[in-house]
């Protein structure tokens, strides 16, 4: 087989193609994945590309925006075009661990009589799952979920029960409404992988989205992959060569956000309070990664650790008391330190 040989996408797996193969389907995958989702979707690119670089990196997504900006219309069309189960939790401060990830139940055999225990799965049981407004319920329902997101599956009466593979968890925040709210700490929002704040539409889009919502109904979308292909694709990504200077400039990045560290840029000292831990040097390679494939790159370069840096950084750095007073915003710190820590460095 050539590498300029098609894939086929209805085959039942991508790995017994060459990783050039399979990178190169991925990126046209995602034109595709994209030409689906504006059937339903105006605009929003930007969070369209970082969602996709979050699910082929194996991570998940923090979501924020005020109501309306059809969040769940997004993931749920996406969820359609990969063919992935979808479930929707809409989270309340009344909301418990077991409403969440399943419970026991007593269930008796017709036949015998006899009666034993039966596990219930809770709708965390999906390949995509939205956590809508995750920060309107108490810390204890908050850990039950995060737990699932990191461990991938879920223990009930001392019985582990796999999550579905891909796994892949959006979750929302309202950023304007706080009251009765519970916020994440530091320690669970580090679990995301990426924090994507989606904008209000241009008025060209807006009056897009009203002509479409309520016009005829549009076309259907098309199923573009398949659950064995996206988790070949997952591999692909993760395999991908990344050479040593761009592990060192994702290094550099996160070591001058600690202010308490020797390698921190002066105004991080100055406007920061807690920085980047490893796992964001961990997430900056992987959506790099992800982010060149799905661009039809074959290589990552720094350009592809920037494009990723906002996302990924800006609910992992602290602001201090002086950034606040100055007016001075998490994206402004991340933008002056991309600007400052030095690219082209040979790798020691």
Not at 169 to 191: I, M
Request: glycine share 6%; aromatic share 6%.
């Amino acid at each position: 087989m050539k590498i300029d040989d098609p894939i086929d996408p209805d085959a039942p797996t991508v790995s017994q193609y060459t990783d050039v193969q399979v990178a190169r389907f991925l990126a046209d995958t995602c034109r595709e994945l994209k030409a689906e989702l504006a059937k339903v979707i105006v605009g929003q690119e930007r969070v369209i590309d970082e969602m996709l670089a979050a699910i082929f990196s194996r991570g998940h997504c923090l979501m924020q925006g005020v109501p309306g900006l059809a969040k769940t219309l997004l993931i749920s069309t996406l969820a359609q075009a990969m063919q992935l189960s979808f479930r929707r939790i809409q989270f309340t401060p009344d909301l418990m661990p077991s409403d969440i990830t399943g419970t026991e139940m007593i269930s008796q055999d017709p036949q015998t009589g006899e009666r034993k225990f039966r596990f219930l799965h809770g709708p965390i049981f999906a390949n995509i799952v939205l956590a809508d407004e995750i920060n309107r319920t108490p810390p204890k329902t908050q850990a039950a979920m995060l737990e699932a997101m990191q461990e991938r599956r879920v223990t009930v009466a001392g019985q582990s029960y796999p999550l579905p593979d891909p796994f892949f968890v959006l979750a929302t925040q309202n950023p304007v409404e706080q009251e009765g709210t519970y916020p994440l700490p530091e320690a669970q929002l580090d679990r995301f992988m990426f924090m994507i704040n989606v904008e209000y539409p241009t008025p060209a889009e807006e009056r897009l989205i009203y002509k479409m919502g309520t016009g005829a109904k549009g076309e259907a979308v098309q199923p573009v992959l398949n659950e064995k292909n996206i988790l070949s694709l997952q591999e692909t990504v993760r395999r991908m060569p990344v050479a040593d200077h761009i592990f060192g400039y994702a290094e550099r990045i996160v070591n001058a956000t600690r202010p308490k560290m020797p390698g921190a840029l002066e105004f991080c000292k100055k406007w920061l309070t807690w920085g980047a831990g490893p796992r964001a040097g961990l997430n900056l390679i992987m959506a790099a990664k992800a982010h060149a494939i799905l661009h039809g790159q074959l290589h990552v370069g720094t350009a592809n650790i920037d494009a990723v840096a906002l996302p990924i950084l800006r609910h992992r750095l602290i602001i201090g008391f002086a950034a606040q007073s100055e007016g001075v915003s998490v994206e402004d710190i991340i933008r002056k330190v991309l600007a400052a820590v030095p690219k082209n460095v040979k790798a020691e």
